[in-house]
């Protein structure tokens, strides 16, 4: 059952950092997209984003554990919870990691 909820939880995190590099790119072409000068919609299309990313990300650690924790899996539930912000930590520091060896080494890459 643990292996089971390790890879789930994987899962969940692998749909996590998608979605943020999806976000760090739109805001990377964010002044192509809605142009340089100051618009109404800007902020407002800032603020969707953030509540957007928000449920979204709260599903994606929140959304299985509370469903586990409804059906009486109360073990499972904070397991994989565990699990789901261990795989996100180490995620973290191989992200973390290779920023501070390509900025050492003076990289400079661009997604657009």
């Not at 984003?49 to 469903?67: E, N, T, Y």
Request: charged share 10%; glycine share 4%; net charge positive.
């Amino acid at each position: 059952m643990h292996r089971k909820l390790v890879k789930q939880s994987l899962l969940h995190v692998v749909l996590a950092i998608a979605y943020i590099f999806c976000v760090a790119a739109f805001f990377r072409s964010a002044e192509f997209l809605l142009g340089k000068e100051d618009n109404f919609f800007a902020p407002v299309i800032v603020l969707m984003l953030l509540v957007l990313s928000a449920a979204i990300m709260a599903i994606l650690f929140f959304g299985r554990p509370v469903q586990m924790y409804l059906d009486n899996q109360k073990k499972e539930a904070l397991a994989f919870l565990g699990y789901t912000v261990c795989w996100f930590v180490i995620s973290f520091v191989f992200v973390l990691g290779g920023a501070i060896i390509m900025f050492q080494q003076n990289i400079m890459f661009k997604l657009f």
